[in-house]
């Protein structure tokens, strides 16, 4: 360990002179005796050279000091708890910044096909949820992925037919961007021979155009708005599954794409003291502007538990699926280039609208015709407000729009994100999965340039790092390693490792990036006095460990707001 700082106190961060300084308050609670890693990396800082220190003191959900133990342990009154963290690895609690919480939350509770490594498989697991459920109840589920079984073929309504008797059934593919429906769930959707595509979405058909069970971006409203929605108790039920696994995985903070419905149980959890993670809840880019602000309205934006953060808009779908939109046909499909959900000057003029009404936006782009459509729509937008004068969240003039995933841009489009001052919000796990396919959809030359986190980096792009759960698993660490490696998880595949990353540029995108993407940088993303006292403790120091030992981290405690979540048993 470095050398140890001295104390670090709220009043010698403002500078005022030691001799004036107030009585020092006593801390809450102290943790002592951990090897902290603060996540200050400002050389002028007051942690002078060092970026280690033994002890945390906690007044109320802030952190009052950190520093060497015998001056940490000054501040300790009759009423300080100690805590003794036994040496053990501390750092700044993770900040996921892409995730779809109650979606996880009832996945635990339906049809879960993830992993599922055959279409026998995943028909076994149909099979037993419908052989469980009411006489005509819909059953529903997710997390399927076609390319891990040995034919890679897309399931169909027949398949589903021959397992599920009368129950309708329709079962989201892990990415959530194309479904399959059985026969009984088409029916009660009307969706027949006659049925159009929507608008930014496709229905599969057989050769005869009898729609063959598969629903492609939009088209899936066709049969999502027949099925009956959960009831509030199952909502909250699956919203506190999901946030256990959060707190377990050593996540403190959340931004969440999930239902207003969801929002309001976040509400009642916080009132009951059992909201576990902080949520920045994000607000669907296509409603109007007064639903928007009634929304915005309804929940302190002061609240640094939960409150409503950006809108969220989709410029096409997902490479797996194939309907990511890209600038040149898929080379593993070349009649196809995607589906992309705007016509540009509709999705132009709403975005200029949103920004005008004070409102940050993140695009869900993965092609790198959505990365196009995104950037353009915000070079327009930016410069209505500049000229406007309109003011960023913060009051500033950075207006922190952001492009969820980016997974494919050319050589040109990221300067252009350094120029517009765009995050690439992005979830390196995802490359775990996709390095088995996504050469073949994009070939060598787009491919060289797709989740490249080194190339964004290197031209000044803030990295903000998440998992896309339920699309990926909770846990941070598989995304640490994927950001160090490129590699499988067995160490047997790589994909163009010139994009790697190190352990402080992968911790930083999961912890201060992800902060900047939510105007939360004053608040979260180190340890440090003033900051909130989000923090967790793991079994290993994964500043030093070998990437592969990272995949087996265990969080041992998870703290947020000097409160203990989470205590490994």
């Not at 529903?140 to 398949?159: A, C, H, N």
């Not at 902080?278 to 409150?307: G, Q, T, V, Y």
């Not at 004053?522 to 990272?550: S, Y």
Request: with cysteine.
């Amino acid at each position: 360990m470095k050398r140890i700082a001295s104390i670090l106190l709220l009043a010698a961060a403002s500078g005022a002179p030691a001799q004036n300084a107030p009585q020092k308050p006593k801390a809450d609670v102290i943790f002592t005796h951990g090897n902290i890693y603060t996540g200050v990396v400002d050389a002028a800082s007051s942690l002078g050279e060092g970026k280690r220190a033994e002890a945390i003191a906690i007044v109320g959900d802030h952190i009052l000091a950190v520093g060497a133990r015998d001056e940490i342990m000054k501040l300790k009154g009759p009423d300080t708890k100690v805590v003794d963290l036994a040496g053990r690895f501390v750092m700044p609690g993770f900040n996921d910044a892409h995730m779809h919480l109650a979606s996880a939350g009832l996945e635990k509770m339906n049809v879960n096909l993830v992993g599922a490594k055959t279409l026998d498989a995943f028909r076994e697991r149909l099979q037993a949820k419908c052989d469980a459920a009411e006489p005509g109840e819909w059953v529903v589920g997710e997390g399927w992925d076609e390319t891990l079984w040995p034919v890679k073929t897309l399931p169909t309504r027949w398949d589903l037919d021959e397992v599920s008797g009368k129950h309708p059934v329709y079962l989201g593919r892990v990415d959530g961007h194309i479904g399959v429906a059985n026969t009984r769930a088409l029916q009660l959707a009307s969706v027949t021979v006659a049925s159009r595509d929507p608008d930014g979405g496709k229905i599969d058909r057989d050769d005869s155009g009898t729609p063959n069970g598969v629903l492609r971006e939009k088209a899936q409203e066709l049969v999502l708005s027949v099925i009956p929605k959960p009831t509030h108790e199952k909502r909250r039920q699956a919203i506190q599954l999901a946030l256990a696994d959060m707190a377990s995985h050593g996540i403190t903070s959340a931004q969440d794409l999930s239902q207003w419905e969801d929002f309001e149980i976040y509400e009642e959890l916080e009132t009951d003291g059992k909201l576990t993670a902080r949520i920045s809840e994000w607000l669907p880019f296509d409603e109007s502007i007064e639903d928007l602000n009634s929304k915005r309205n309804s929940h302190p934006a002061s609240d640094n538990m939960l409150h409503t953060g950006m809108l969220k808009g989709f410029m096409d779908g997902s490479l797996g699926s194939k309907t990511a939109a890209l600038l040149e046909p898929y080379s593993d499909d070349p009649k196809n280039s995607g589906l992309p959900q705007y016509d540009v000057a509709k999705l132009n003029a709403m975005t200029k609208e949103r920004v005008l009404a004070g409102y940050q936006i993140g695009f869900h782009a993965i092609g790198d015709k959505g990365t196009q459509m995104a950037l353009d729509a915000f070079a327009e937008a930016e410069k209505a407000a500049k000229e406007a004068k309109v003011k960023a969240v913060d009051g500033g003039t950075d207006y922190r729009l952001r492009i969820e995933h980016a997974q494919v841009t050319t050589a040109q489009q990221i300067p252009r994100f350094k120029e517009l001052k765009v995050i690439a919000s992005m979830q390196p796990s995802h490359l775990l999965t996709d390095m088995n396919w996504a050469e073949s959809r994009l070939g060598p030359k787009r491919a060289e340039h797709s989740y490249a986190w080194a190339e964004f980096l290197r031209h000044g792009v803030v990295l903000a790092f998440g998992t896309d759960y339920p699309v990926e698993p909770v846990t941070p660490f598989r995304g640490i390693y994927a950001a160090l490696t490129r590699e499988s998880e067995d160490g047997k595949k790589s994909y163009y490792p010139a994009e790697k990353l190190d352990i402080e540029q992968a911790i930083a995108a999961y912890t201060t990036g992800a902060a900047f993407a939510e105007f939360a940088e004053k608040q979260k993303g180190k340890l440090a006095p003033g900051m909130l006292a989000d923090f967790v403790v793991l079994d290993q120091d994964i500043t030093a460990a070998l990437p592969p030992k990272i995949l087996e981290t265990k969080v041992l405690r998870t703290v947020v707001g000097g409160k203990t979540v989470y205590e490994a048993k």
